[in-house]
């Protein structure tokens, strides 16, 4: 008896079923704008929807979420909808796509995860630092992991950012990692695994705080209703990380944002934790070095740098050791570097901890350096450099995703079934050319949650990017990370420069929690304070500007 009365909670529209009309329009009734949802023609209808559950019931970390959403009818989420854009542009939080610039897609529908998921991606995440930067310090040290067999020395040889101007350079508190985005995907079982991890210079969690001060602005009503756990302390966080990054006998940093530059597609980032930080915004002119020590140029006169927060890759940080022709680093960095003169965050050489093949082994890092099972799985992953699994891509390559090693931003990925004989028979060539540079995965149907397409709703596909922040005492995962979207009907491809967007991620507090909510904080446009300095929130420029260096996205 209690079972039939116990409320099971809200239920999508069976599939296929439309909407009443009155005149040509369609009517305003309650979830309207879900109609077909779960509609089993739709493109990848295997893959997990965050949203509702296969028989269509709401699952319970959306309830509040979906009730609040179906309330509306098509014009107010047209309205809403319009009203991020006008935010964005506003904001000057804009991109280039296809020769136009554009705002920056931030779809209205948020991602939810509860709090019991987040405290098991949050250790996973951790832990899969933590056995990186056990990595990092032996590769550029002892390497005992490769004499004792783990890793195949030639992987690391071979490796393109295995840098061997790092060895030997130890920093003072033993951070090489300062900042990690790891992506994480959502397969057909609802399991969470990584995709790949960035250690390098991972950008976006510009786009994880105004996302969540532009959603703050246009849906005050949603937080209101939801314990959604802050992320604009981010800046405060790197900071003190940042700081403690510094020579133990330093006793006030001196930290520094170095930027190639304002056409930079990620400047706004740079430009916004840097005035968030209420440190300088460098450029590579800005600063020399002399006697090993790195200098910045001010109206006052020379000023020792202790740390640099470098948003510029290795190839082009220090013209001495790398590429002589830049002009966007500092000449002697690195020998600063190695003198214990100045840190650089991150460390030079971290690539090596991010290539897609050295991924594959993260697994067994994590059993070697740390004694424990790794908490969240990889992407199964086929590796073309061994015979065996060489053979099987070959074979099976109308069935894989096969990407470059070296790829990034969703270039040079080829999806299997999608290519026509013609592509897969080129690819393989390039395949048997460098086995080295290929991997090759199972289509994973990534998870999909409701995005606004026209005046409804639909599914899409989304991945995570969790950031984390290591001061060498404690890893700070920021709660939430960027949720990009593939927009287009069918795409598993969510980079923007491949047309896709991004969306608000709620990571909910829990009930015993006593954590901040976010309208519990100052309003998220005010002026924050971070550790003790008094910073104005807001971009000035857009990031559409074309590229002068490569990032990694």
């Not at 209690?2 to 529209?13: Q, Y």
């Not at 604009?232 to 001196?254: E, F, I, K, T």
């Not at 086929?382 to 109308?398: G, K």
Request: net charge neutral; with cysteine.
């Amino acid at each position: 008896m209690s079972s039939m009365n116990a409320n099971p909670g809200p239920r999508l529209p069976p599939a296929g079923r439309r909407a009443r009309t009155v005149k040509g329009r369609r009517a305003a009734r309650p979830g309207a704008q879900f109609d077909g949802y779960l509609a089993p023609e739709r493109p990848h209808a295997d893959a997990y929807d965050e949203m509702f559950a296969p028989d269509g019931m709401v699952r319970g970390p959306y309830r509040a979420l979906y009730g609040s959403i179906a309330a509306l009818d098509a014009g107010d989420l047209t309205n809403r909808s319009q009203a991020l854009d006008r935010a964005m542009v506003d904001q000057g939080i804009t991109f280039s796509l296809s020769g136009q610039e554009r705002p920056f897609p931030l779809d209205l529908v948020p991602r939810v995860i509860q709090a019991t998921e987040w405290s098991r991606l949050e250790r996973g995440v951790t832990q899969r630092v933590r056995a990186l930067e056990a990595f990092l310090a032996d590769v550029y040290g002892d390497r005992q992991i490769l004499r004792d067999g783990v890793l195949p020395r030639r992987l690391i040889t071979s490796c393109e950012h295995f840098h061997r101007e790092a060895y030997g350079i130890k920093p003072p508190n033993g951070v090489r990692i300062h900042v990690s985005g790891v992506d994480l995907v959502r397969d057909e079982e609802g399991t969470f695994r990584v995709l790949e991890d960035n250690l390098r210079n991972p950008s976006g969690v510009s786009y994880v705080m105004e996302n969540r001060r532009t959603m703050a602005r246009v849906f005050p009503d949603l937080f209101a209703r939801h314990r959604v756990r802050p992320v604009g302390d981010y800046a405060s966080h790197l900071l003190r990380a940042l700081r403690a990054a510094a020579a133990p006998n330093v006793a006030d940093p001196m930290v520094v944002v170095l930027t190639p530059g304002v056409y930079n597609s990620a400047y706004f980032e740079h430009s916004l934790l840097a005035r968030l930080m209420g440190v300088e915004l460098v450029e590579g002119r800005d600063m020399f070095c002399r006697d090993n020590v790195v200098y910045l140029r001010t109206t006052e006169g020379e000023r020792q740098v202790d740390v640099i927060y470098r948003r510029i890759d290795d190839e082009f940080l220090d013209p001495v050791h790398h590429r002589p022709d830049s002009v966007l680093g500092v000449a002697g960095i690195l020998n600063a570097a190695r003198a214990g003169n100045v840190v650089v965050a991150n460390a030079v050489g971290n690539g090596v901890g991010d290539d897609k093949l050295v991924y594959t082994y993260v697994p067994e890092m994590v059993r070697y350096y740390l004694n424990e099972k790794p908490i969240l799985p990889n992407v199964d992953t086929f590796r073309c450099w061994l015979p065996d699994e060489f053979d099987h891509v070959l074979q099976h390559a109308d069935e894989l995703v096969i990407k470059p090693v070296e790829g990034s931003g969703g270039y040079g990925i080829v999806f299997g079934p999608d290519a026509s004989k013609k592509e897969l028979d080129a690819l393989r060539r390039k395949v048997r050319a460098n086995r080295r540079g290929w991997i090759a995965q199972p289509v994973v149907q990534l998870s999909t949650v409701p995005s606004k397409v026209d005046d409804r709703l639909a599914p899409r596909h989304v991945d995570l990017r969790p950031f984390a922040v290591n001061d060498g005492k404690e890893i700070f995962v920021l709660p939430g990370g960027l949720t990009r979207v593939a927009l287009p009907e069918g795409s598993l491809v969510v980079n923007s420069s491949q047309g896709g967007g991004s969306k608000d991620t709620w990571v909910l507090a829990s009930r015993s929690s006593t954590s901040e909510q976010e309208l519990d904080r100052p309003a998220l446009g005010d002026v924050s304070v971070v550790d003790g300095v008094a910073a104005e929130q807001g971009p000035e420029l857009s990031t559409s500007q074309q590229q002068q260096q490569q990032q990694q996205s």
